[in-house]
């Protein structure tokens, strides 16, 4: 059997091999995944759904209650507009990101993203045949509409965003985020917005670039935000024909969210959100605990100012994160997140505040 060379050039992902070579013991500050579980009033929605036969297919674009919901919810928490029939339910953010990069990259076209970024970025950009074109953050991990500028060339179809970042934490502020919309309308490429780390923002705010252009695809899902990972629901919001050319792809690929999960996610978004307040206050706290106690052994850190990732500069990132697992810790070296990050590893704080001290200890010992 022959393989395609753009498939075969892509590697494993650097956060699941550290994640599935932890051995019996080791505490896990690898995965982005909330600790907490998903909570009752949504766990209800399901086991209802179940028992109600709400378990075939649905529209492609997701069902009219949810859509109507999620319409709601962007006017309500991001100030944006977006009706039902702009919005699409997918099977987690992953397979949105998949769908808005494939929409409008042709072979050898170029996809724009930070250095550093998320592992999938990358590899979709690949898999889509496009280039992946790596953009050098600045100093406190933000990504500039000048550093952006530089990298734009005739072949430039879409730029990705991710605030709060993963794996760096930064958040962008308001002012970069218009600049890079700007920046998206001079040049005529697609801006796609990846907001799944929303709500756990620490310092300054939360801004979706939709609000100042309409080249905007916007992404997001239950997953981080109601600790719901394995449900697998995400959701994405595009103005005219870009949503069009997604379904297109997506009727082919999915056909169709998980019909239990997306009764799940009407509960999540239209309940209490108490949940959602309490799991941010606690990484807050967590994460509070780990810079510090990771400033008491002398590592350059920046303060993360969201998501739920702290990315100290250790020296060599993967000789560090291989004595850290020999020892007990998981973390994933830096350089799975670009070519400027083999001084960094990346941990992760959606763990246990136990687990969290206890990590600290043991890499107190090792380092």
């Not at 999960?261 to 307040?277: E, F, I, M, T």
């Not at 990050?341 to 969290?356: G, L, T």
């Amino acid at each position: 059997m022959k393989f395609a060379s753009h498939v075969e050039e892509i590697d494993i992902s650097g956060i699941r091999k550290c994640f599935e070579g932890a051995g019996p013991g080791a505490i896990n500050l690898g995965l982005g995944q909330p600790d907490f579980d998903t909570p009752d009033h949504i766990k209800r929605a399901a086991i209802e759904a179940i028992e109600e036969g709400f378990t075939g297919y649905t529209m492609n674009l997701g069902t009219a209650e949810l859509r109507d919901a999620l319409s709601e919810k962007f006017r309500r928490e991001n100030g944006l507009d977006y009706v039902p029939g702009e919005i699409m339910v997918t099977s987690g953010a992953s397979e949105a990101l998949f769908l808005a990069i494939a929409a409008v990259v042709e072979k050898d076209d170029e996809v724009l993203m930070s250095d550093p970024g998320f592992v999938s970025y990358s590899a979709l950009a690949r898999v889509t045949q496009g280039r992946p074109i790596a953009v050098p953050m600045d100093e406190r991990f933000h990504l500039t509409a000048e550093a952006v500028a530089e990298k734009v060339t005739s072949r430039t179809k879409a730029l990705v965003v991710n605030s709060p970042n993963n794996p760096t934490g930064s958040v962008q502020t308001r002012e970069e985020l218009r600049a890079l919309a700007e920046l998206a309308d001079d040049h005529d490429f697609a801006l796609i917005s990846d907001e799944v780390y929303e709500h756990f923002i620490y310092e300054g705010e939360h801004v979706s670039p939709a609000l100042y252009s309409d080249n905007v695809v916007t992404i997001n899902a239950v997953s981080k935000t109601y600790a719901m990972t394995g449900w697998r629901l995400g959701y994405l919001a595009a103005r005219g024909e870009a949503l069009e050319n997604m379904l297109k792809v997506h009727q082919y690929v999915q056909a169709c969210a998980s019909s239990v999960s997306q009764r799940a996610a009407l509960a999540a978004v239209s309940g209490p959100q108490d949940c959602v307040r309490e799991m941010r206050d606690e990484f807050l706290m967590r994460r509070d605990v780990l810079v510090e106690g990771l400033q008491s052994m002398g590592i350059d850190i920046a303060m993360p100012e969201g998501a739920f990732y702290a990315f100290p500069k250790v020296g060599d990132g993967s000789d560090v994160a291989a004595r850290l697992i020999k020892g007990g810790v998981v973390t994933v070296p830096g350089f799975a997140f670009g070519s400027r990050c083999k001084e960094h590893i990346r941990i992760s704080y959606a763990a246990s505040m136990d687990d969290i001290k206890t990590a600290l200890g043991r890499m107190r010992e090792i380092l």
